[in-house]
Nanobody, 124 residues
């Protein structure tokens, strides 16, 4: 079991940057594949990036175009999403998710644990 809590969201102007953090509580954090999803109003929840516990198996969705970077610190039970060159269409609730073992995958149904989300609003 792992519990997840996101932080770091807020209001940022277009072109700005934010770093989201996700704190995981529980055991054997490095066994979990960690991922970031987002959900815009009226739209489905979509994956942005995922990273396996070994920090080498990483997945990114094409939609973020190299602007976002996922990283994790297994010693601190933390995963991060660095977001640069933010656009108004990046406005959404951002969620941290985890699955126990395996490789980084895009399939939302494969993630068993979720945080409650943090709002990111990109607006001038």
């Amino acid at each position: 079991q792992v519990q997840l809590a996101e932080s770091g969201g807020g209001l940022v102007p277009p072109g700005g940057s934010l770093r989201l953090s996700c704190t995981a509580t529980g055991r054997a954090f490095n066994n979990y594949v960690m991922a970031w999803f987002r959900q815009a109003p009226g739209k489905e929840r979509l994956i942005l990036a995922a990273m396996a516990g070994n920090n080498r198996n990483t997945l990114y969705t094409d939609s973020i175009e190299g602007r976002f970077t996922i990283s994790r610190d297994n010693a601190k039970n933390m995963v991060y999403l660095q977001m640069n060159s933010l656009k108004p269409e990046d406005t959404a609730v951002y969620y941290c998710a985890a699955r126990n073992g395996g490789v980084a995958v895009a399939d939302i149904s494969r993630y068993n644990y979720w945080g409650s989300g943090t709002q990111v609003t990109v607006s001038s």
